[in-house]
């Protein structure tokens, strides 16, 4: 069984604690770059609220986290491989340290679906954490986990 951890935190328990107890060495994993993509996140919706296409809020946030010292790539491809054979191509929203996935969403709510892209893409890759940032009606954001140790493509 593969072990996939979830933050899930609307705009209005930010503060809060989730319910469910993680160990706090994976659950902190990238904790430094994870708050501060969160803080942009929230600056960047606070000043553009909803409506705008993602790639108008990839833009905002891109200048937010450079502003903040994070080395980040857009559009950043990532490769699927299956049984040793190239399958497809995907493009990752942004990569920030070369060690955090950020997927952004412009939508009314977030869906199971949106969540699955984003552990695809910590599949494919050798990234552990991502988050799924959706600029909707209300902000809400989303923090994955999918260990190395868990990966086939790595063993």
């Known amino acids: 069984m593969q072990r996939i951890i979830t933050d899930f935190f609307p705009c209005s328990s930010v503060q809060s604690v989730c319910s469910v107890c993680y160990s706090i060495t994976i659950s902190m994993l990238h904790s430094d770059i994870t708050d501060k993509v969160i803080k942009a996140f929230y600056k960047v919706y606070n000043e553009l609220g909803f409506g705008f296409l993602e790639k108008v809020y ?86 994955k986990i999918f260990t190395n140790d868990r990966k086939k493509h790595l063993c």
């Open 58 to 143: 990839e833009n905002a946030l891109l200048i937010e986290l450079s502003n903040m010292g994070l080395l980040c790539e857009k559009q950043k491809p990532i490769k699927v491989y299956y049984n040793g054979n190239l399958v497809g191509e995907y493009f990752a929203d942004i990569v920030v340290n070369g060690c955090v996935i950020l997927e952004l969403k412009a939508v009314e709510v977030l869906v199971t679906e949106h969540e699955l892209q984003l552990i695809n893409y910590l599949k494919a890759t050798n990234i552990e954490v991502g988050i799924l940032l959706n600029f909707g009606k209300q902000p809400e954001f989303r923090r």
